[in-house]
């Protein structure tokens, strides 16, 4: 009888502590891994698109979002509707959903046009001609957003795909010669 016990126990043990290994699993979430850590929380991950959007807008600053920027490849070009937030300045981000909620993209790999999402509505406005070309950033390959056929022709865009599905860009006012102050945005 107690060889049975001792198997009754053996088994009893080795259920439970599988059963409490898995339950400690569903508690515990599974990091993402870690493309690129720029310090004190900014950090891209390649396989989860949440996380990088998160990082971007909460937890990089504008130091980081320039590195991030300049260590991003060109990419591929976005295509189809793609969510949109501000990074930068920080005190644009609550009041910009009521206005731009990113973008949608037509055409393919060389490019093509997108229309602006705006209002929670998602009204399409203020289309922009999408290429590649020099940025302005750094002069490397970027994908740049074209107004000029829109009736804002001064509004230049340009972004890169700093990790699968995730773009970070720039926005800013032609002035003459010359570019006023950047908006830092993320599209996914």
């Known amino acids: 009888m107690s060889a049975y016990r001792e198997i ?21 979430p599974v990091s993402a891994h870690a493309e690129a850590d720029y310090g004190n929380g900014c950090v891209l991950y390649s396989d989860n698109t949440s996380a990088t959007v998160d990082s971007l807008r909460f937890r990089c600053d504008l130091g980081q979002l ?4 300049r260590d991003a490849p060109l990419g591929d070009v976005p295509v189809g509707t793609k969510d949109g937030w501000v990074a930068e300045p920080r005190g644009m981000q609550p009041w910009a959903p009521l206005v731009w909620i990113g ?26 001609n999408v290429y590649p070309g020099p940025s302005v950033v750094d002069g490397g390959p970027t994908w740049i957003l074209d107004y000029a056929p829109s ?16 773009w970070l860009g ?3 006012l032609r002035q003459g010669g010359d570019y006023g102050q950047p908006v830092t945005f993320i599209l996914a």
């Open 66 to 69: 320039d590195a991030v920027y």
């Open 8 to 28: 009754f126990r053996n088994v009893l043990i080795k259920s439970l502590a599988s059963m409490g290994f898995g339950a400690l699993v569903m508690i515990v």
């Open 103 to 128: 973008k949608n993209f037509y055409g393919g790999p060389a490019g093509g046009y997108l229309l602006n999402r705006m209002t929670g509505a998602g009204l399409e406005a203020w289309q922009a």
């Open 170 to 172: 720039y926005s800013w």
């Open 151 to 166: 009736p804002t022709p001064n509004l230049y865009d340009e972004i890169r795909e700093v990790t699968p599905g995730v």
